[in-house]
């Protein structure tokens, strides 16, 4: 199957999908529309302190890192889909979330396929070399 985007295609939109999450998430949770129900401080440390985890491996282009980074973005993803559920209010901003978190999500996976093939790193021959 043809590929439509290069792996250093999928590594900058997932790039920018994070660093849109990391940016947005803080600004849009204490600036455009703050809540009551929450603290700022707590705000902070719930949507942005898990972006900061994969940061080293993402900015390095660990193949690895993208894909466990995956598991952070389903946070961004669930979020940014209840929102749009329960607050007709934040459609805008939630979609944005749900963009950036799609992008990342996507192309993070790819990438980490594409550019594990590339270096020859595999789950199966991790394996083999265990036994």
Known sequence: ?????????????????????????PL????????????PILSLILFT??????????IQGNPYTYAWSNFIVMIYFLHSLTTLWVSASDLIW??????????????GTYYAKYRGQELGLSIRKKKENEN
Do not use: C
């Not at 439509?4 to 660093?19: D, E, M, N, V």
């Not at 939630?94 to 192309?107: G, H, P, Q, V």
């Open 1 to 25: 199957m043809k590929r439509i985007f290069s792996t250093s295609s999928h590594r900058k939109i997932a790039l920018t999908g994070y660093f849109s999450l990391l940016i947005f998430m």
């Open 28 to 39: 849009w949770l204490l600036v455009i529309n703050p809540t009551s129900a929450l603290p």
């Open 49 to 58: 302190l898990p972006l900061l985890f994969p940061l080293k491996g993402l």
């Open 94 to 107: 939630a979609s944005l979330e749900l963009l950036f978190a799609s992008m990342m999500f996507i192309s």
